[in-house]
């Protein structure tokens, strides 16, 4: 199985504030990388696909890059309704396999 | 536009089986190059692929889980479903469905998951 080990666990930021995630891979995963958004009683949300192509509908405050090993997701300008956890997904193979998540709150 | 809605009992005696079914609306679950997919999470820990059945009927699964589960579909009631039998405490989840594109190989969309707990 492919591991993805996301860091940090878990980040307090503010309004406003700019925030990094990132997401390392086991072995070489290509572009085949996904982020998505989770909050409590709510569907989870893919926001980019393919390292990074922004679902259509998500904001353009959010960004991803990298490909092969290592890869990040950026949320510039950090709102109210950003506050989630995030994981990052591999789908170069199966077993698909996800990061540990990453929960932003607020500080 | 597609909708995703888990179904099923939220309490299960250990050594059974859990089953739950996933009602796709907004569009028929034959139409398309689609994985239908089963993840679930456990309280407090990360999310964790159980497996997927595509259009065509094949089916790929968890290695970790393999020997347990089965999923199926109904075209008839636009449905599909999951089977994990000799559930333990362990298999305390909620668990979600969601579509995975065969082409771009993301999940989109989901359902809003459903707690199942194993418990006497």
């Known amino acids: 199985d492919i591991e993805m080990t996301q860091s940090p666990s878990s980040l307090s930021a503010s309004v406003g504030d700019r925030v990094t995630i990132t997401c390392r891979a086991s072995q070489s995963i290509n572009k085949f990388l996904n982020w998505y958004q989770l909050k409590p009683g709510k569907a989870p949300k893919v926001l980019i696909y393919l390292a990074s192509t922004l679902q259509s509908g998500v904001p353009s405050r959010f960004s991803g890059s990298g490909s092969g090993t290592d890869f990040t997701l950026t949320i510039s300008n950090l709102q109210p309704e950003d506050f989630a956890t995030y994981y990052c997904q591999q789908s170069e193979n199966t077993p698909r396999t996800f990061g540990q998540g990453t929960k932003v709150d607020i500080k | 536009q597609v909708q995703l809605q888990e179904s099923g009992p939220g309490l299960v005696k250990p050594s059974q089986t859990l089953s739950l079914t996933c009602t796709v609306s907004?569009?028929?679950?034959?139409?398309?190059?689609?994985?239908w997919s089963w993840i679930r999470q456990p309280a407090g820990k990360g999310l964790e692929w159980i497996g997927r059945m595509y259009t065509d009927g094949s089916t790929k699964y968890s290695p970790s889980l393999k020997s347990r589960v089965s999923i199926s579909v109904d075209t008839s009631k636009n449905q599909f479903s999951l089977k994990l039998t000799s559930v333990t405490a362990a298999d305390t989840a909620m668990y979600f469905c969601?579509?995975?594109?065969?082409?771009?190989?993301?999940?989109?969309?989901w359902g809003q998951g459903t707690l199942v707990t194993v418990s006497s």
């Open positions: 969601a579509r995975e594109d065969s082409y771009y190989v993301f999940f989109d969309p």
């Open positions: 907004g569009d028929s679950i034959s139409s398309g190059s689609y994985h």
